[in-house]
C-alpha cells in the first residue's frame, strides 16, 4: 500500500468535509470574476485572509447601486448596472490597509431609454461584446476627517486599465464610522475621461466627462477552502 497516496486521499477528504459544499458556493460566485489573471493572486489571498479573519465585507447587489451619468447635447443620460460583484477587506482600526475589489457586468447597463442603451453597449461606447466587465481593484485608503475619504486604485474599462481617486464616504449603516457593524455602507464617486479609455467616438454630441457614482451595502461574510485561487 502506498503510504504517502493514503495520507494524501485522507487530507483531501478532510479538507472537503472542513470546507462544506453550501460555503464552496458561495466562495465561487465571489471569486469568479476576479480569477484568470484579471486580478493578482495576492489580491485573493488577502481577501480570504480577511474573511478568515471575519472582516471581509461582500458586497449586496439588491441594495447597492452602481451607475454613470453622462450629458450630451440632446439630453442627461443616466444608466445603472444590474449585475456586479464585488467586497472589501476592512478591518476595524485598521482602515487604510484595506483592499476593495469591484466587478461589473457590462451587459447589464440600463437607462431609461431603451435606443440609447442599446448605443452605450455598441462598438460606440462601451462594446459590450469585446469588453464585458469592468474592474475596480484598490491600491490604498485614505482617510480625510470622520467618515470621508478617498480610495485609490486602477480602474478597467473599455480594455483600458487607469489609475483613480474615488472620493469616498465608508460609515455603517447608520452614518457612524465604522466599528464593529456587520453591515457597512460605500459610496464613492470619481469624474472620468472617455477618452482616456480609449471611447473617443461622437466626441462632439457627447461629453467626455462621464461620473461613476455607488452607493454600495455591503455585509460581513466568510469564505473557506481555497475557492479564489486559480488552480
Excluded at 124 to 143: A, H, K, N
Excluded at 158 to 176: C, E, M, P, Q, W
Aim: charge should be positive; glycine fraction near 8%; include cysteine.
Amino acid at each position: 500500500m502506498n503510504t504517502g497516496n493514503s495520507i494524501g486521499r485522507l487530507l483531501l477528504a478532510v479538507l472537503l468535509l472542513n470546507c462544506g459544499f453550501a460555503k464552496v458556493a458561495v466562495a465561487d460566485r465571489f471569486c469568479t470574476p476576479f480569477l484568470n489573471g484579471k486580478v493578482e493572486q495576492s489580491v485573493l489571498d488577502s481577501m480570504l485572509r480577511a474573511a478568515k479573519k471575519g472582516y471581509l465585507y461582500r458586497v449586496q447587489s439588491a441594495t447597492s447601486v452602481v451607475k454613470f451619468c453622462i450629458d450630451s447635447k440632446l439630453s442627461h443620460v443616466e444608466g445603472r448596472f444590474k449585475k456586479f460583484e464585488g467586497g472589501i477587506a476592512m478591518q476595524s482600526g485598521a482602515e487604510n490597509r484595506g483592499q476593495a475589489l469591484l466587478s461589473i457586468d457590462v451587459d447589464s447597463v440600463s437607462t431609461p431609454n431603451p435606443l440609447i442603451e442599446k448605443v452605450i453597449k455598441s462598438g460606440t461606447f462601451i462594446d459590450v461584446e469585446r469588453y464585458p466587465d469592468i474592474l475596480f481593484v484598490s491600491s490604498g485608503f485614505e482617510w480625510l476627517a470622520g467618515t470621508a475619504g478617498i480610495v485609490k486604485g486602477n480602474l478597467t474599462l473599455h480594455g483600458i486599465t487607469r489609475a483613480v481617486t474615488f472620493n469616498v464616504k465608508l460609515s455603517d449603516v447608520k452614518g457612524s464610522k465604522i466599528g464593529n457593524s456587520d453591515t457597512i455602507l460605500i459610496k464613492m464617486t470619481v469624474p472620468i475621461s472617455r477618452a482616456d479609455f480609449g471611447m473617443k467616438k461622437r466626441k462632439f454630441l457627447v461629453s467626455d466627462s462621464v461620473k461613476l457614482c455607488m452607493s454600495v451595502e455591503a455585509k460581513r461574510t466568510s469564505l473557506s477552502c481555497m475557492q479564489c485561487h486559480n488552480d
